[in-house]
């Protein structure tokens, strides 16, 4: 993890702008409160740590990259914010989302069918569980080798499946590292025995 990122979690959380307290309860996360997080128990504030931001009323308006690999954040409350837009890409690496809240005037990122309700309040929309793209839109891999992970709403990746590696997937099994030192001892064996004998040979004839 950079030192960016870090910079980053830990502006959030310490937010000195937001305009009430925050709301969280952080113990059916199994998580303690650090400012307006949430963070895992006995863990360091990182984004991998979160679990839980309350920035309701925070005057953001651009939350571009703020959420990049929070993959355990469960609870992200937005709304009461002059947010004009958000994208995709905002939540690159969050796929856990339980519960999500944003300006009335925005929508679910990666749109409604990818949650299992969007409810409109009249000062916020709420996102309850995300969707796995993965499933929902029955993405597949080009390679029987492969798997789709879900990255964020609407954005996935093709990894390889256990067991495979190298390009499109297509080595089976680790590096053969038997194989390899054996071929090593044997051709370090014949190399010796040759420079022995070779030597032997100009010993005898001096």
Request: charged share 20%; with cysteine.
């Amino acid at each position: 993890m950079t030192v960016g990122a870090k910079s980053t979690i830990s502006t959030l959380c310490e937010m000195k702008s937001c305009e009430s307290p925050s709301i969280l309860d952080c113990s059916h996360l199994n998580s303690s409160v650090s400012g307006r997080c949430c963070v895992k128990e006995k863990e360091t504030l990182s984004p991998s740590t979160v679990t839980g931001i309350d920035l309701i009323g925070c005057h953001l308006t651009n939350i571009s990259r703020l959420f990049h690999s929070m993959g355990h954040l469960v609870f992200l409350y937005l709304h009461k914010n002059n947010i004009s837009d958000i994208d995709v890409d905002d939540f690159t690496g969050v796929n856990e989302l339980k519960n999500l809240t944003l300006p009335p005037n925005l929508s679910c990122p990666g749109g409604h069918i990818l949650w299992d309700k969007e409810i409109n309040h009249s000062d916020m929309v709420e996102c309850v569980e995300e969707q796995s793209t993965c499933k929902v839109f029955n993405v597949t891999c080009p390679n029987s080798n492969s798997y789709c992970s879900d990255v964020g709403p609407r954005v996935t990746e093709c990894l390889c499946s256990p067991g495979y590696h190298g390009y499109k997937c297509l080595r089976k099994d680790h590096f053969p590292t038997a194989t390899f030192v054996v071929g090593i001892c044997v051709s370090t064996v014949v190399v010796s025995a040759f420079l022995w004998i070779t030597q032997r040979r100009k010993v005898k004839k001096h």
